[in-house]
């Protein structure tokens, strides 16, 4: 079975946008591949973090992940800072990496371009990318567009180590998601709705209270042609509410335009709320019975335990071929 590794960003609490393009595509991979999820804690601090902020929310996202569907029976979920590997092994491949191809990073460039204090960690990130992908062999990196160019990245480096010190790491692909739908910012809604977004009116967070989420859609921009129908050049708002109430229910958007094409957008921001509010509820049933519980403290240790041993043999293996140490000096951790 392939082996598939995935990062969840803690950069803020998820979205109903997040749910429907991102965990809903993570539990198919589940059935399908050897899932490995982490969370990259050490990534976020690549930009400024309010720490009790960060750890909150590192345990509130896995309790989301898991009430969403994730089964921690089926995939290893893990917490990259509590496992030493991913930043020693980072180290090792920088070393092995240019300025040059850094320097080619666009991320990089769109990331910095509007900060003040650019920090050396958010230049050197994508190495520390290839160091999660490439402790664990991964055969396949779930990746967007925006990505790309760091999977490309992890694949250099791993020939490029290969090359000189003999076969060592996997080669990685990219895995390609899927097209799914893509949810937009409820009051800007040629925008994708997004966690890290200011605009809370705009987004529909899995943990806001139902009466919250009510509001949030009843007020959500529309236009004022009074139709439904899908075009989502000319009717964006519509177009968006449609495909959140196709998606929840299980049935195609030309289904939903017929249930309400003689209706006004209020009955219909209604019907909506609705099927947003159940959905969320039964999530959020979820969530309590877990976030407090020891359950999700067993998850991650476990998860610990058999990352932290298969990273630990790669580390070593590496550490050898480059010199470092002494030699047999593994047995130092054993
Ligand atoms: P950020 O603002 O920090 O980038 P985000 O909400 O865009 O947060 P990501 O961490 O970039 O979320 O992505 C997490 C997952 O959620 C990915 O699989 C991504 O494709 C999916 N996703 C994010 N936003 C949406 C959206 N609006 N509609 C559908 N899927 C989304
Ligand atoms: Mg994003």
């Known amino acids: 079975m392939k082996r598939v590794l995935t990062g969840l960003q803690p950069s803020g609490e998820l979205t109903l946008g997040n749910y429907i393009g991102g965990i809903r595509q993570l539990i198919k991979y589940q059935d399908d591949y050897e899932l490995f999820v982490f969370v990259p804690d050490l990534h976020s601090i690549t930009v400024e973090q309010d720490p009790s902020l960060l750890k909150e929310r590192i345990r509130k996202n896995i309790a989301l992940y898991i009430a969403s569907g994730l089964n921690p029976k089926k995939c290893t979920l893990y917490i990259q800072s509590e496992n030493l590997y991913h930043a020693n092994l980072s180290w090792i491949l920088e070393c092995h990496s240019y300025m040059g191809e850094m320097s080619r990073m666009t991320q990089f460039k769109e990331k910095s371009a509007s900060k003040k204090n650019v920090s050396c960690g958010l230049f050197t ?37 290969n090359s000189k010190y003999g076969e060592t790491f ?34 529909i967070r899995l943990l806001d209270e139902p009466e919250v989420i009510r509001k949030k859609i009843m ?113 130092l951790y054993q």
Do not use: W
Not at 133 to 151: F, M, S
């Open 170 to 203: 996997n080669i990685p692909e990219p895995l390609i998601p899927e097209i799914g739908a893509r949810i937009k910012d409820l009051q800007e809604p040629t925008k994708k709705m997004s966690k890290s977004s200011t605009n809370e009116k705009a987004i």
């Open 125 to 161: 990130y994508p190495i520390l990318m290839a160091a999660d992908i490439l402790l664990y062999d991964a055969d396949l990196v779930p990746t967007g567009a925006d990505q790309k160019q760091h999977v490309e990245l992890a694949r250099n480096l791993a020939e490029r180590f």
């Open 219 to 331: 007020s959500a921009v529309t236009d004022s042609d009074n139709k439904i129908y899908f075009d989502e050049e000319n009717k964006p708002g519509i177009s968006n509410l449609l495909t959140i109430y196709s998606v929840l229910k299980d049935i195609s958007i030309e289904e939903s335009v017929n249930l309400f094409k003689d209706s006004n957008y209020g009955t219909f921001k209604k019907a909506v709320a609705d099927i947003v509010v159940e959905k969320i509820t039964n999530l959020q049933n979820k969530y309590n019975e877990i976030i407090n519980s020891n359950l999700i403290d067993e998850i991650l240790d476990e998860g610990y335990k058999k990352t932290n041993e298969i990273a630990k043999k790669k580390y070593y293996e590496v550490k050898e071929k480059v010199g470092l140490g002494r030699t047999d000096n593994i047995r």
